[in-house]
């Protein structure tokens, strides 16, 4: 066992510098600063920002994102890609799904299992569309965004960059603007629209159907 941990310990020192270096290295490559350096003109941190060129760092604004020479925010005005469609298609699906699973556990007859299914098939609709509207652009079924370049882009607040090993700079943003608060819009609409619809439909197949 002891031999074991003498041989296990270099090789593991010598893995870590690899993927250090490694990491370094695509750093480098893609002309990003490593948080803990200071370069002028330029926030540290790969997601720090500033509004104007004299302002503090630090996040940028709901829209915004950091431009990657000067650190400027920037408003988002790109389109989403078929991958971000699909991910919002994914996440109101999953919530489409689970009201239909409990639905079927909950409820009896076929008949008021298929009219609240409809009904919530329609809530889902009208509450994606809702989103639609009132996610900037305002009024148009259609949206602005920031584009995914990479996997950080998701957990900003893991990349709050420390100069120094000293103060942290709270950085943290929704660089994948608008993919995290619309579907928590989109969830809170399904919510209100249940709350309204669900129960008067309910009370109208207690009366002709007897639901028990």
């Not at 926030?43 to 996040?59: F, L, M, N, P, V």
């Not at 709901?62 to 400027?72: D, F, I, M, Q, T």
């Not at 584009?147 to 942290?168: L, R």
């Amino acid at each position: 066992m002891a031999s074991l941990l003498k041989v296990m310990l270099p090789l593991s020192v010598i893995l870590v510098f690899i993927v250090a270096s490694r990491v370094i290295a695509a750093a480098d490559s893609q002309n990003t600063v490593f948080p803990f350096t200071k370069t002028a003109g330029r926030c540290q941190g790969r997601y720090c920002g500033r509004i104007t060129k004299d302002a503090e760092c630090g996040a940028c604004p709901r829209g915004y994102r950091p431009n990657e020479v000067s650190s400027l925010c920037v408003a988002c005005d790109g389109r989403p890609s078929l991958y971000d469609w699909l991910y919002l298609a994914f996440m109101g699906l999953v919530s489409l799904i689970l009201h239909w699973q409990f639905i079927a556990l909950a409820s009896n007859g076929r008949k008021t299992v298929i009219l609240l299914q409809l009904a919530a098939l329609f809530e889902s609709v009208l509450a994606a569309v809702l989103t639609l509207v009132l996610t900037s652009p305002v009024g148009e079924l259609t949206l602005t965004s920031c584009p995914v370049n990479q996997f950080s882009d998701w957990y900003t607040m893991f990349h709050n960059p420390t100069p120094d090993y000293e103060h942290t700079t709270y950085c943290t943003q929704e660089a994948v603007y608008p993919l995290y608060t619309i579907v928590l819009v989109y969830y809170t609409l399904s919510l209100v629209l249940m709350m309204l619809i669900r129960p008067l439909l309910g009370n109208f197949l207690d009366q002709h159907f007897c639901i028990a």
